[in-house]
């Protein structure tokens, strides 16, 4: 029987859980057994968050919680619960008590910021054409173009939501900054991961997504958390 803890991995706006995909494998090929990823439907945090618990809740064992993006403030709000033994943060959003993602934005905004755009409804949208040179430019074009027209977009009001108590206060934690990141400005992931103190921080020369252009140092972190 494995020893390792259940890995779930969160993801963030502009995807769902397959954004993890080059992850998921290399995790397995490690000998992690038991992997679940949230598909949460970027309707609130709080909505988010509660997804994120039913999935914690289904693990009798440890859990690792792993976010990229906005999939850091629903680890940061759900990550509270007993059985969750440390969080992982990709490119993530760390959010303290009273925090909102527009507050910690507004410090360093991102590069490609003018590359989001609200639909009727409400929902935020990067540009179809521009989303290869804002999330994910050190990926090849084919993938993408599969991100870019399968992109799940967030309600605006996520933005606002102002988080709680933070569970990176009390649970171990891991931060990789993507040094050329233009979703989140690199600096204000440096500004979060400090302030969390966490066990290691480490930097890769990656756009936001570092979950799919740089599965194996990410791996790499986790496993380390996991031996922890």
Same mark, same amino acid.
């Given at each position: 029987?494995?020893?390792?803890?259940?890995?779930?991995?969160?993801?963030?706006?502009?995807?769902?859980?397959? +954004?993890?995909?080059?992850?998921?494998?290399?995790?397995?090929? =490690?000998?992690?057994?038991? *992997?679940?990823?949230?598909? #949460? @439907?970027?309707?609130?945090?709080?909505?988010?968050?509660? =997804?994120?618990?039913?999935?914690? #809740?289904?693990? &009798?064992? @440890?859990?690792?919680?792993?976010?990229?993006?906005?999939?850091?403030?629903?680890?940061?709000?759900?990550?509270?619960? !007993? #059985?969750?033994?440390?969080?992982?943060?990709?490119?993530?959003?760390? @959010?303290?008590?009273?925090?909102?993602?527009?507050?910690?934005?507004?410090?360093?905004?991102?590069? &490609?910021?003018?590359?989001?755009?609200?639909?009727?409804?409400? +929902?935020?949208?990067?540009? %179809?054409?521009?989303?290869?040179?804002?999330?994910?430019?050190? *990926? !090849?074009?084919?993938?993408? *173009?599969?991100? &870019?027209?399968?992109?799940?977009?967030?309600?605006?009001?996520?933005?606002?939501?102002?988080?709680?108590? @933070?569970?990176?206060?009390?649970? !171990?934690?891991?931060? %990789?900054?993507?040094?050329?990141? /233009?979703?989140?400005?690199?600096? #204000?992931? /440096?500004?979060?991961? &400090?302030?969390?103190? !966490?066990? /290691?921080?480490?930097?890769?020369?990656?756009?936001?997504?570092?979950?799919?252009?740089?599965?194996?140092?990410?791996?790499? *972190?986790?496993?380390?958390?996991? =031996?922890?």
């Amino acid at each position: 029987m494995s020893t390792k803890p259940t890995v779930l991995l969160v993801h963030g706006f502009w995807g769902g859980a397959a +954004h993890w995909a080059k992850v998921i494998v290399e995790l397995r090929k =490690r000998g992690f057994e038991s *992997l679940l990823a949230v598909e #949460n @439907p970027l309707t609130s945090l709080a909505d988010d968050a509660a =997804r994120t618990r039913q999935m914690i #809740n289904q693990v &009798a064992g @440890p859990v690792l919680l792993a976010g990229h993006s906005y999939g850091g403030a629903v680890i940061t709000e759900a990550g509270d619960l !007993p #059985n969750v033994v440390g969080l992982v943060y990709v490119a993530a959003f760390a @959010p303290d008590a009273g925090e909102s993602l527009a507050v910690i934005s507004a410090a360093h905004p991102a590069v &490609a910021h003018d590359s989001i755009a609200p639909d009727s409804d409400g +929902h935020l949208w990067i540009a %179809q054409e521009k989303f290869h040179q804002s999330f994910c430019q050190d *990926l !090849p074009e084919d993938e993408a *173009l599969v991100m &870019a027209v399968t992109q799940k977009a967030p309600l605006g009001v996520t933005f606002a939501a102002e988080a709680s108590r @933070p569970a990176w206060r009390a649970k !171990p934690s891991w931060y %990789q900054v993507s040094t050329e990141d /233009r979703m989140i400005d690199p600096d #204000n992931q /440096r500004r979060m991961a &400090a302030r969390m103190n !966490p066990r /290691r921080t480490i930097e890769l020369a990656s756009s936001h997504a570092s979950l799919a252009s740089h599965p194996v140092e990410i791996v790499d *972190l986790i496993e380390e958390a996991s =031996r922890a």
